[in-house]
């Protein structure tokens, strides 16, 4: 990764930053309680992925629709983040996997 690469990388996040500044406070605050969501449990290829440019860009439709944020994902962060996430292999899964058991197994 070159230094070009890293300002590059700061320019996109500082946009995606202001974008989602522009939002409402109701949808900036689930908007942020995804991220951390996501950034906890979320899929390997979050940081360098387009879910959270696709969330944003979700969530600037619902309020140029008019729409409140609990219309666009129900009540359930979690479950909505779950759904967006469902196909794709998460930390988890790769910590599972590199412990020898199958993701879920755990609990057994």
């Keep these: 990764m070159s ?3 890293i300002i590059e990388g700061k320019k996109q996040w500082r946009a995606h930053a202001a974008r989602v500044k522009a939002l409402p406070p ?5 908007y942020r309680e995804m ?5 906890k ?4 290829s979050l ?7 696709e969330i944003v860009d979700f969530f600037e439709e619902g309020v ?9 994902i129900g009540t359930d962060v979690a ?14 899964d790769a910590y599972q ?3 020898g058991g199958e993701p879920g197994a755990a609990g057994k």
């Design 3 to 5: 230094i070009q690469d």
């Design 26 to 30: 109701d949808y900036r605050i689930v």
């Design 35 to 39: 991220q951390k969501y996501l950034f």
């Design 41 to 44: 449990v979320g899929p390997v």
């Design 47 to 53: 940081s360098d992925g387009p879910l959270l440019n």
């Design 64 to 72: 140029a629709a008019g729409k409140g944020v609990v219309e666009l």
């Design 79 to 92: 479950a909505f983040c779950d759904g967006l996430i469902k196909d794709s292999p998460t930390y988890a």
């Design 97 to 99: 996997a590199s412990m």
